[in-house]
Every structure is written in structure tokens, then in C-alpha cells.
């Protein structure tokens, strides 16, 4: 398997510990040293979606989380399946809030789209990635039969760690640094005037959201 636009080994590492046999491939050189260091056993290349150091037909699956929908479907396309065997799988995975929780919903609300963006709530993230495996300028499909699925597990956390989360997310990073505070603390007033997360730990529920094709 391959876990490709990899990150820091996140979803590489729970890979592993569930004995499959993965590679990992990074473009970033500083990410691609943090999985090097976390994860020791697996063999880790510098490479993207584009540009895939591996040879043809050689990974029955590709994985990618919270990372597919960087790629370019025009270039990547092919590309992943050069390396697919015949009828070979890939799956994009994102890790999603669940809005069907009324407090999550409000929490999404009030924090905006800068941080909870389209595909961090399922019904949108649905939309969004209904066609992330289709070329965008009208080229030849390479995968087919998608099926979208979610799958419920919940994050541990306090008012102070998940303000510190929304604080990384790209939105917020490339506001202008005076407007990034405003809907940092409007999510923190929130968080404390809930009875489900003022007091504390509490548990966040999410989804992990799954889209996956099949190499025509």
C-alpha cells in the first residue's frame, strides 16, 4: 500500500500497526523527516501525486489523508495509476466534525468558514468530493465506481486544544494576523458557554470521511 502525500506518518504509523506492508512518499522535506523519525521501519521517499518514485503496478492501493484534495487529477491521475495494479484502489480520507451533534453544528457556525471550511462537515465535504478523482480540465478518467462512506470516532479534547487546532488550519494562517484573533475567540467563548465543553475535557465527535475509486 501507499500512503502518498503522507505528512509527519499520521495515518502511515496506524498502517503499520495494523501489519500492513506501506510506503510512504512526502514532498516536503521537513515532513518527510518527521515520518522518517516517528516511523524508523517503513520506507519513506520524497515524492508527490505529480511525480511518484515507484514503479508501475507495483501498490494494490493508495491511500491519502486529509491530503487528496491538494493533488492535481490531471497529472496525479495518471500517475497513480501507472502505479496501481489492474483494478487497484485509491481512497482519500478526511477527518470531519460532526455537525449532526447540535452543539458541533453551532461550534461550526460560530467559528466560520476560515477554519470549518466545505470539506470539514460531511454534507458539504460530500459535494465537495464527490468528483476529487476526476481530471479537471476535461481529461481521460483513470478511476471509476466511487462510493463515499463516513465513520464515527470521537477526538479527546479541551477548549484550549481545539481553539489551538482551528489557530493551524490554512484559512486562518493567511488572514491578515490583526483579524485572525476574532473568530479564535468567538470559538472559545462558545466552547465555554456550552454545558457539553465548558467544564474541561470533553469529546469531539468526528467522522472519518472516505471517498474510494477504483483504477478503470
Known amino acids: ?8 506518518g499520521k495515518l502511515t504509523g496506524t498502517l503499520l500497526a495494523m501489519g500492513v506492508d506501506v510506503v510512504a512518499v512526502e514532498p516536503d522535506p521537513a ?28 501498490v494494490d492501493a493508495v491511500v491519502s489523508g486529509n491530503a487528496m484534495h491538494w493533488f492535481d487529477m490531471d497529472l496525479a491521475g495518471p500517475e497513480i495509476a501507472r502505479v496501481l495494479a489492474p483494478s487497484g484502489v ?8 460532526d455537525d449532526g451533534a447540535d452543539w458541533v453544528a453551532g461550534f461550526a457556525a460560530v467559528t466560520g468558514s476560515a477554519a470549518i471550511g466545505p470539506r470539514d462537515v460531511p454534507a458539504s465535504w460530500r459535494v465537495e468530493a464527490a468528483g476529487m478523482h476526476l481530471p479537471r ?26 481553539v ?52 478503470s
Open 1 to 8: 500500500m501507499l500512503d502518498l502525500g503522507a505528512g509527519t
Open 137 to 162: 480540465k476535461g481529461g481521460d478518467a483513470r478511476f471509476d465506481s466511487p462510493e463515499q462512506a463516513e465513520f464515527p470516532h470521537g477526538q479527546g479534547r479541551t477548549a484550549d486544544s481545539l
Open 90 to 97: 485509491l481512497a482519500g480520507l478526511w477527518n470531519v466534525f
Open 31 to 58: 515532513m518527510l523527516a518527521e515520518l522518517r523519525r516517528g516511523n524508523p521501519a517503513v520506507r519513506a521517499l520524497a515524492g508527490s501525486a505529480e511525480t511518484i518514485p515507484l514503479p508501475d503496478g507495483s
Open 164 to 215: 489551538a487546532t482551528l489557530g493551524t488550519k490554512a484559512g486562518v494562517l493567511v488572514m491578515p494576523e490583526r483579524q485572525r484573533d476574532a473568530p479564535l475567540s468567538r470559538t472559545r467563548a462558545y466552547l465555554e458557554s456550552r454545558p457539553e465543553t465548558a467544564d474541561g475535557a470533553f469529546t469531539l465527535p468526528m467522522l472519518t470521511s472516505v471517498l474510494r475509486v477504483r483504477r
